[in-house]
């Protein structure tokens, strides 16, 4: 049986449902080893979707161009070239660079441009040497402070700024660029702890995310757990209503379905006596 007959097979027997390896393995008379590098190829294709640990269901091809087009509209050209001048240079030197947070959701502030870059621990020094090579228009800080940013936006009128901080993990990023979920995480770490002097925009950007994109919240769960805040995530998406198209009442922290109904106001993160996982 070729591989496509395996997929029509299987969207017989699961479109719009969910299914695991097990189910692959038992429809396509497979042993769990070709199962499980089926499902791999799938999921790497992006013909499936992991909705929940275990668990994944085929995208249409309208929400695979869906997914494509957000993605184009949030990577944009500025951020590609810096992308794109940065990889050599991480390269050459095995630092680990990613373009994150703030970077994505720039659309929602129109008159400020704050691009995000984490790099890797003892690394700075490299990237800001190299940055003012490209010729920006921006002003390149070394880990500000929110009012060292307030300071040159409001006395310099300043307004494109690049941030470079150091951080010792990378999970999610390709090539340089994090992933919608990544830079969620990174957006909300750093409106939440106030290192940026920007309104707090969570629930649109969050709303916004939903509606348009395949989230996929397992990932956003467990890149927030590495950043220490994944208690504050949950609450989050607890506080927002949805409905899946099947009309399914999916568990707590599942892949939700949509579409969705927006989230009701979110209460602000209060820093607690404790601190909080800052260098992560």
């Not at 479109?15 to 499980?36: M, Y």
């Not at 490299?126 to 300071?151: A, R």
């Not at 995530?233 to 099947?246: Q, R, T, Y």
Request: net charge positive; with cysteine; aromatic share 12%.
């Amino acid at each position: 049986m070729s591989g496509e007959q395996k997929e029509v097979k299987l969207k017989e027997v699961f479109w719009g449902k969910h299914f695991t390896e097990a189910d692959i393995s038992r429809v396509l008379n497979l042993s769990e080893s070709n199962a499980h590098y089926y499902r791999y190829k799938l999921l790497k294709q992006k013909k499936i979707a992991r909705i929940s640990r275990g668990k994944y269901k085929f995208i249409s091809s309208l929400a695979q161009q869906k997914q494509k087009a957000i993605s184009q509209e949030f990577k944009t050209p500025l951020i590609e070239y810096i992308r794109n001048s940065l990889l050599p240079l991480s390269q050459h030197h095995n630092k680990q660079f990613v373009i994150t947070s703030t970077s994505f959701f720039n659309k929602f502030y129109p008159l400020t441009n704050y691009l995000t870059i984490y790099v890797e621990k003892n690394s700075s020094k490299l990237f800001l040497s190299h940055l003012p090579t490209l010729n920006l228009d921006f002003v390149i800080l070394d880990n500000p402070q929110k009012k060292d940013i307030e300071l040159l936006r409001d006395h310099a009128g300043k307004r494109n700024i690049i941030i470079v901080r150091e951080k010792n993990y990378f999970y999610g990023s390709k090539d340089g660029l994090a992933s919608l979920e990544i830079a969620f995480v990174d957006y909300y770490f750093e409106i939440s702890r106030q290192k940026i002097p920007l309104t707090n925009k969570i629930e649109e950007i969050l709303d916004y995310l939903l509606l348009h994109n395949p989230l996929n919240i397992s990932t956003v769960l467990r890149y927030a757990k590495e950043r220490g805040i994944r208690n504050e995530i949950e609450e989050l998406f607890d506080g927002i209503k949805i409905k899946s198209l099947e009309g399914l009442k999916l568990g707590r922290f599942g892949r939700r379905q949509w579409p969705y109904k927006p989230s009701e106001p979110y209460k602000p993160y209060k820093p607690s006596k404790g601190g909080d996982n800052c260098d992560k």
